[in-house]
């Protein structure tokens, strides 16, 4: 099992900036990708960004594309997902989630933290 713990939202106006954490623990940090989703009411989970058990390949979908950066510390179990000129569309419930580095679904996910952006 791989536990995750997310910190660092909050409440930020439009066009600031934030930095969330995931904290991982459990099982072995360096053999899983990380991800970090969003969910706003009404809608459904999003991917906005993801990284491999290296570190050396990133991927974002347009709609975050430039603006967040998602990056990762192996020897501090820690992955973390800075947020750059934030817009109020950007208000969601952040979630970091794990997968094993050869399975394709995140199947460890954590409890999610508040993002609101105001405008």
């Known amino acids: 099992q791989v536990q995750l713990v997310e910190s660092g939202g909050g409440l930020v106006q439009a066009g600031g900036s934030l930095r969330l954490s995931c904290a991982a623990s459990?099982?072995?940090?360096?053999?899983?990708?990380m991800g970090w989703f969003r969910q706003a009411p009404g809608k459904e989970r999003e991917f906005v960004a993801g990284?491999?058990?290296?570190?050396?390949?990133?991927k974002y979908p347009d709609s975050v594309k430039g603006r967040f950066t998602i990056s990762r510390d192996n020897a501090k179990n820690l992955a973390y997902l800075q947020m750059n000129s934030l817009k109020p569309e950007d208000t969601a419930v952040y979630y970091c989630?794990?997968?094993?580095?050869?399975?394709?679904?995140?199947?460890?996910w954590g409890q999610g933290t508040q993002v609101t952006v105001s405008s």
């Open positions: 990284i491999n058990w290296s570190g050396g390949t990133t």
């Open positions: 989630a794990a997968k094993y580095m050869t399975t394709v679904q995140y199947n460890y």
């Open positions: 459990g099982r072995t940090f360096s053999n899983y990708d």
